[in-house]
T-cell receptor, first 112, second 111 residues
Framework: DTAVSQTPKYLVTQMGNDKSIKCEQN?????MYWYKQDSKKFLKIMFS???????INETVPNRFSPKSPDKAHLNLHINSLELGDSAVYFC???????????FGPGTRLLVL | DQQVKQNSPSLSVQEGRISILNCDYT??????FLWYKKYPAEGPTFLIS?????DKNEDGRFTVFLNKSAKHLSLHIVPSQPGDSAVYFC??????????FGTGTSLTVIP
């Protein structure tokens, strides 16, 4: 009965590959996010979706594409992976108008 | 441009004493401020929040203070317990559910 789950938890891959990270929430929230935590521990928002619609898209390379098939899922697809993409990626969800975000456990991506 | 800053990457406190974690921000349009706690290999979990129209919010051992004129907030934990050892993130929210996080402060409570 995990509230926000992410798969996979760890991902090691070669430069140039394409990979996806999946996120699901069972809280009934209508807003979901992707964050990137880099080596400096800075937690930076990448995307936000509200009711399957993109509402925030920070300056992220277009190699990153979020996909929201329904309100409970927000997947992150990354094309042509680069060394600098190595980071921990967190998914989060909230109900619009509320202040509290619920985070997934993170996906540790290592690009070799 | 980092709108939320936590200038102390780490803090060590004796068990039973007060822990004070600090956070500074630059955007006066933030309407809510939050503190999250993070254990290794887990996602951040919500701890306590405060509206921009208040200056203090208390929840058990945790109190958050907001000084809007200084654009500064702090989290007080008293008494500190070894289980409080974690990384604490300060976050600020704009209307429209856009959140900005600091880089975190690693708190170690020494038994």
């Amino acid at each position: 009965d995990t509230a926000v789950s992410q798969t996979p938890k760890y991902l090691v891959t070669q430069m140039g590959n394409d990979k996806s990270i999946k996120c699901e929430q069972n809280l009934g929230h209508d807003t979901m996010y992707w964050y990137k935590q880099d080596s400096k521990k800075f937690l930076k928002i990448m995307f936000s979706y509200n009711n399957k619609e993109l509402i925030i898209n920070e300056t992220v390379p277009n190699r990153f594409s979020p996909k929201s098939p329904d309100k409970a899922h927000l997947n992150l697809h990354i094309n042509s992976l680069e060394l600098g993409d190595s980071a921990v990626y967190f998914c989060a969800s909230t109900q619009r108008g509320r202040q509290t975000q619920y985070f997934g456990p993170g996906t540790r991506l290592l690009v070799l | 441009d980092q709108q939320v800053k936590q200038n102390s990457p780490s803090l060590s406190v004796q068990e039973g004493r007060i822990s004070i974690l600090n956070c500074d921000y630059t955007n006066s349009m933030f309407d809510y401020f939050l503190w999250y706690k993070k254990y290794p290999a887990e996602g951040p979990t919500f701890l306590i929040s405060i509206s921009s129209i208040k200056d203090k919010n208390e929840d058990g051992r945790f109190t958050v203070f907001l000084n809007k004129s200084a654009k500064h907030l702090s989290l007080h934990i008293v008494p500190s317990q070894p289980g409080d050892s974690a990384v604490y993130f300060c976050a600020a929210k704009l209307t429209g559910n856009q959140f900005y996080f600091g880089t975190g402060t690693s708190l170690t409570v020494i038994p």
